[in-house]
């Protein structure tokens, strides 16, 4: 029993009986008549604190209730290790192409792939000569179901599915393609458009990164309709959510109105700069790489809240490659440091985080003896399944359990 309890039971039964016994206590030289009033007096008062009594003992058996009730457990307690998700690979699929970005939509999976000339170092895959290459992926046979070539652009930089169409971004030649998902066919092509890096939909509308400067695209007209300058050259990485674009730059994360354009919160600096930038549980996420003065690097992940403030901090002790949102929860993707591609795999995690606490909530391996985990580029989530895309054109097609 609680200490204050049981101080508050022992002090409520010796009142009691204090009331009790000097409810007893008459003048025996009292006449009858007096000794009558007293009683009923006493028997009145009796009544009135025994009533009061049940109020208090209710009370205290509402204390006790209180009292037994499981006190809040956070997901996860510090130094605890995260869970193993139930998740398989359920299929890897090898890409004759040196791939950069993964997108899942129309029924298909699309990997973009900048192409690659001379001897490749993934396992079982020849040696390439190759132009890029736009590959569709069957999730109903794991297969490739088909490419698409666009004559000698070389430099493809990102690919997204959004209103029906294919959109592959060209940095060699300074064009958004737009796609039929189905022919393959060029549908539009926004040309003019140097220095694109990543593109991402949103609030109705297409955003790219080019030369620095966020450009909104209205896909009824596949024209520009809005642009956002921020003189600094390295920013690239986009995500949507609640409203805004967060865009990274060099040393932070701007966040833009979509409907005003209006910039409405930026990060702090955040130094070693930011490597992307993902969506989940209300909240940008990004990670950084923060090098010390003996040129080592420490991973963080970060949770950049609406306003533009850091609140949430997650350090990793592996390096981290590629994070992808969906919805309430973030999917981050690792492998051991050290690695190049000289040296074995060694092994790869992805990590599963609960976007509103900040807490890993489940790990799984990546098969040791698969080149993907020395690293992976890119992740896509649809529903159950995880498709991670690694530097050797390794696809792997992961299945998730329901814990």
């Known amino acids: 029993m609680d200490s204050r309890v049981q101080n508050f039971d022992e002090e409520l039964r010796s009142l009691l009986r204090r009331k009790a016994t000097s409810a007893q206590l008459f003048p025996i030289d009292l006449d009858a008549g007096v000794r009558r009033g007293w009683r009923r007096m006493a028997r009145n008062a009796t009544a009135t604190f025994l009533a009061m009594a049940l109020l208090a003992f209710a009370a205290l058996a509402g204390m006790r209730a209180v009292d037994r009730a499981e006190p809040a457990r956070p997901a996860q307690t510090p130094g605890e290790t995260p869970p193993a998700l139930s998740a398989r690979v359920?299929?890897?699929i090898f890409l004759p192409v040196f791939s950069v970005s993964l997108a899942v939509g129309e029924g298909s999976v699309w990997v973009a792939s900048a192409g690659r000339q001379g001897s490749h170092e993934a396992v079982n895959v020849p040696s390439l000569d190759v132009p890029p290459t736009l590959s569709r992926v069957d999730p109903a046979t794991n297969a490739v179901a088909g490419t698409v070539h666009l004559g000698s652009y070389d430099r493809w930089e990102d690919v997204i599915i959004a209103f029906g169409s294919?959109?592959?971004l060209d940095s060699g030649a300074d064009v958004l393609f737009r796609l039929d998902p189905l022919t393959g066919a060029v549908q539009a092509r926004i040309d003019h458009l140097p220095g694109l890096t990543h593109a991402v939909e949103g609030a109705g509308s297409i955003w790219v990164m080019a030369?620095?400067?966020?450009?909104?695209?209205?896909?009824?007209?596949?024209?520009?309709?809005?642009?956002?300058?921020?003189?600094?050259?390295?920013?690239?990485?986009?995500?949507?959510?609640?409203?805004?674009?967060?865009?990274?730059q060099a040393d932070g994360i701007t966040a833009v109105d979509a409907a005003t354009l209006d910039v409405v919160a930026r990060s702090p600096t955040i130094p070693g700069g930011i490597a992307d930038v993902a969506f989940a549980g209300g909240a940008a996420w990004a990670y950084a790489c923060a090098v010390d003065e003996s040129g080592n690097c420490s991973f963080e992940i970060l949770r950049v809240g609406p306003s533009g403030g850091i609140d949430r901090t997650l350090p990793v002790p592996a390096d981290v490659a590629a994070i992808e949102g969906d919805g309430d929860t973030l999917w981050v993707a690792t492998s051991e440091r050290g690695q190049t591609t000289k040296t074995p795999a060694r092994g790869g995690r992805i990590l599963r985080i609960d976007a509103r606490t900040g807490e890993i909530t489940g790990t799984f391996d990546v098969e040791p003896d698969s080149p993907i985990a020395k690293s992976i580029n890119a992740l896509a989530v649809d529903g159950n399944t995880l498709w991670a895309l690694g530097s050797a054109s390794e696809l792997l097609r992961i299945e998730l359990g329901t814990t």
Do not use: C, E, K
Request: hydrophobic letters at 40%; aromatic letters at 10%.
């Open 211 to 248: 030369n620095g400067s966020l450009l909104r695209i209205d896909p009824g007209t596949n024209r520009v309709t809005g642009r956002v300058d921020f003189g600094d050259q390295n920013a690239a990485h986009l995500s949507y959510g609640d409203g805004r674009i967060w865009v990274v």
């Open 166 to 168: 294919v959109w592959l």
């Open 90 to 92: 359920a299929a890897r």
